[in-house]
């Protein structure tokens, strides 16, 4: 079975502090994701990364930044949090198939609540 | 414009009872992916059913089929004989064949009534 695992299940930050979210696969998955997840939004992508160093800018980057070091570690970086920044954070990852690429079936972490005073 | 919508932000269904959740999509590729997750009150984001763009069959998971209608762009998902467990959100989700990104709707949050 896929694992996918984030840092914290909860996590109270103050305006201003820079925050660490850590995401960790054991399937050695190529894609990962960094998503946020707002009541009538759904979700929505921060970044993704295909490769090691490799990043992507999803829809909503502004105010955030990443770094994939190693291919299984995938970090969510909020250089200085701001109350608008309190959400549910969500780390996926896949497998890039080139053969079967429909099947590219994203796993999910159980979720970081943030909260910014 | 939306690449995935859902309509229904609320559904109540009876136990037993089978439901349907809607999702349309927006999509000029011809290829294409379509996905169901469930995501329960713990937060946890779990992968239900997908459905291929050249597939000629609706997809069937156990309880969960996927009646996809192509030319409607539609992909619902019906639960048969809804159960408890099943109280929970729902998401659709599209994947291109061109990029790496994942599309989502907003959700359908569904409660079972016993």
């Known amino acids: 079975d896929v694992k996918v695992t984030q840092s914290s299940r909860y996590l109270v930050k103050r305006t201003g502090e820079k925050v660490f979210l850590e995401c960790v696969q054991d399937?050695?998955?190529?894609?990962m994701f960094w998503y946020r997840q707002d009541p009538g939004l759904g979700l929505r992508l921060i970044y993704f990364?295909?490769?090691?160093?490799?990043?992507e800018k999803g829809d909503i980057p502004e105010g955030y930044s990443v770094s994939r070091e190693k291919k299984e570690r995938f970090s969510l970086i909020l250089e200085s949090a701001s109350t608008n920044q309190t959400s549910m954070y969500l780390c996926?990852?896949?497998?890039?198939?080139?053969?079967?690429?429909?099947?590219?079936?994203?796993?999910f972490g159980p979720g970081t609540r943030l909260t910014v005073l | 414009a939306q690449k995935i919508t859902q309509t229904q932000p609320g559904m109540f269904v009876q136990e037993k009872e089978a439901v349907t959740l809607d999702c349309t999509y927006d999509?000029?590729?011809?290829?294409?992916?379509l996905f169901w997750y469930k995501q329960p009150s713990s937060g946890e984001m779990i992968f239900l059913i997908y459905?291929?763009?050249?597939?000629?069959q609706n997809a069937t998971e156990g309880r969960y089929s996927l009646n996809f209608q192509k030319a409607r762009k539609s992909a619902n998902l019906v639960i048969s004989a809804s159960q408890l467990g099943d109280s929970a959100m729902y998401f659709c989700?599209?994947?291109?064949?061109?990029?790496?990104?994942?599309?989502f709707g907003t959700g359908t949050s569904l409660t079972v009534i016993p």
């Open positions: 989700a599209m994947r291109e064949y061109t990029g790496n990104q994942f599309y």
């Open positions: 996926a990852s896949s497998l890039m198939n080139p053969t079967q690429i429909f099947t590219d079936t994203q796993y």
């Open positions: 999509t000029s590729d011809p290829s294409y992916g």
């Open positions: 990364s295909y490769d090691v160093k490799m990043k």
């Open positions: 459905q291929g763009s050249y597939d000629q």
């Open positions: 399937m050695d998955h190529e894609n």
